[in-house]
Nanobody, 124 residues
Framework: QLQLVESGGGLVQPGGSLRLSCVAS????????IAWFRQAPGKEREGVSC????????NYADSVKGRFTISRDDAKNTVYLQMNSLKPDDTAVYYC?????????????????WGPGTHVTVSS
Protein backbone atom coordinates (compact mmCIF):
# COMPACT_ATOMS: atom_id res chain seq x y z
CA GLN A 1 0.00 0.00 0.00
CA LEU A 2 0.93 3.65 -0.15
CA GLN A 3 3.78 4.62 2.16
CA LEU A 4 4.99 8.10 3.05
CA VAL A 5 8.49 8.59 4.48
CA GLU A 6 9.76 11.89 5.84
CA SER A 7 13.40 12.93 5.93
CA GLY A 8 15.54 16.01 6.44
CA GLY A 9 15.06 16.60 10.14
CA GLY A 10 17.88 17.30 12.54
CA LEU A 11 19.38 19.75 15.00
CA VAL A 12 19.61 23.38 13.95
CA GLN A 13 20.26 26.67 15.74
CA PRO A 14 17.58 29.36 16.00
CA GLY A 15 17.47 31.34 12.79
CA GLY A 16 18.69 28.40 10.74
CA SER A 17 17.01 26.48 7.94
CA LEU A 18 16.03 22.91 7.09
CA ARG A 19 14.26 21.33 4.15
CA LEU A 20 12.03 18.37 4.87
CA SER A 21 11.09 15.83 2.21
CA CYS A 22 8.09 13.51 2.03
CA VAL A 23 8.50 10.67 -0.48
CA ALA A 24 5.59 8.46 -1.50
CA SER A 25 6.09 4.86 -2.60
CA UNK A 26 3.91 1.92 -3.49
CA UNK A 27 0.51 2.71 -4.91
CA UNK A 28 0.40 6.46 -5.42
CA UNK A 29 -1.85 9.06 -6.92
CA UNK A 30 -1.41 12.68 -7.94
CA UNK A 31 -5.07 13.45 -7.23
CA UNK A 32 -4.79 14.30 -3.54
CA UNK A 33 -3.59 17.13 -1.35
CA ILE A 34 -0.58 16.60 0.92
CA ALA A 35 -0.10 18.31 4.27
CA TRP A 36 2.62 18.66 6.86
CA PHE A 37 1.78 18.33 10.55
CA ARG A 38 3.90 18.57 13.66
CA GLN A 39 3.65 17.47 17.27
CA ALA A 40 5.86 18.34 20.22
CA PRO A 41 5.94 16.06 23.30
CA GLY A 42 2.97 16.77 25.53
CA LYS A 43 1.36 19.12 23.00
CA GLU A 44 -1.45 18.82 20.51
CA ARG A 45 -0.75 17.89 16.92
CA GLU A 46 -1.15 20.85 14.61
CA GLY A 47 -1.36 21.34 10.88
CA VAL A 48 1.57 23.27 9.44
CA SER A 49 1.03 23.54 5.70
CA CYS A 50 -0.98 21.97 2.89
CA UNK A 51 -0.59 21.85 -0.88
CA UNK A 52 -3.29 20.90 -3.37
CA UNK A 53 -2.95 18.05 -5.85
CA UNK A 54 -2.24 20.50 -8.68
CA UNK A 55 0.28 22.42 -6.59
CA UNK A 56 -1.36 25.76 -7.36
CA UNK A 57 -2.99 26.23 -3.96
CA UNK A 58 -1.29 26.23 -0.56
CA ASN A 59 -2.06 27.24 2.99
CA TYR A 60 -0.03 27.73 6.15
CA ALA A 61 -0.56 27.93 9.86
CA ASP A 62 -0.22 31.47 11.15
CA SER A 63 2.75 30.39 13.27
CA VAL A 64 4.83 29.51 10.19
CA LYS A 65 3.47 31.90 7.56
CA GLY A 66 6.27 33.84 5.90
CA ARG A 67 8.93 31.41 7.15
CA PHE A 68 7.94 28.02 5.66
CA THR A 69 7.26 27.13 2.01
CA ILE A 70 5.58 23.96 0.78
CA SER A 71 6.08 22.58 -2.74
CA ARG A 72 5.63 19.34 -4.63
CA ASP A 73 7.43 17.52 -7.42
CA ASP A 74 5.03 14.94 -8.83
CA ALA A 75 7.70 13.43 -11.09
CA LYS A 76 9.58 12.43 -7.92
CA ASN A 77 6.47 11.72 -5.82
CA THR A 78 7.90 14.16 -3.29
CA VAL A 79 6.54 17.06 -1.24
CA TYR A 80 8.97 19.47 0.38
CA LEU A 81 8.77 21.82 3.33
CA GLN A 82 11.40 24.55 3.29
CA MET A 83 11.77 25.87 6.84
CA ASN A 84 13.56 29.19 7.33
CA SER A 85 14.11 31.45 10.34
CA LEU A 86 13.54 28.51 12.65
CA LYS A 87 12.52 29.14 16.25
CA PRO A 88 12.71 26.92 19.34
CA ASP A 89 8.90 26.64 19.19
CA ASP A 90 9.30 24.82 15.87
CA THR A 91 10.86 21.86 17.70
CA ALA A 92 8.62 18.84 17.03
CA VAL A 93 8.21 15.63 15.11
CA TYR A 94 7.07 16.55 11.62
CA TYR A 95 4.71 14.28 9.69
CA CYS A 96 3.34 14.32 6.17
CA UNK A 97 -0.06 12.90 5.31
CA UNK A 98 -2.22 12.43 2.23
CA UNK A 99 -5.70 13.88 2.00
CA UNK A 100 -8.81 12.36 0.48
CA UNK A 101 -9.54 15.22 -1.91
CA UNK A 102 -7.59 17.25 -4.44
CA UNK A 103 -7.96 20.54 -2.56
CA UNK A 104 -6.71 21.29 0.92
CA UNK A 105 -9.54 20.87 3.44
CA UNK A 106 -10.50 23.32 6.13
CA UNK A 107 -8.61 22.98 9.41
CA UNK A 108 -6.32 20.21 8.09
CA UNK A 109 -9.09 17.64 8.43
CA UNK A 110 -9.49 14.23 6.76
CA UNK A 111 -5.90 13.14 6.20
CA UNK A 112 -4.70 9.56 6.18
CA UNK A 113 -1.67 7.54 5.04
CA TRP A 114 0.61 9.16 7.61
CA GLY A 115 4.37 8.87 7.49
CA PRO A 116 6.45 7.87 10.54
CA GLY A 117 7.75 11.40 11.07
CA THR A 118 11.12 13.14 11.23
CA HIS A 119 12.50 14.98 14.27
CA VAL A 120 13.31 18.68 14.14
CA THR A 121 15.11 20.25 17.09
CA VAL A 122 15.80 23.99 17.16
CA SER A 123 18.18 24.83 19.98
CA SER A 124 21.40 26.65 20.76
Amino acid sequence: QLQLVESGGGLVQPGGSLRLSCVASGFTSDYYAIAWFRQAPGKEREGVSCISASGDSTNYADSVKGRFTISRDDAKNTVYLQMNSLKPDDTAVYYCAEGIASMCPNDFAHFGSWGPGTHVTVSS
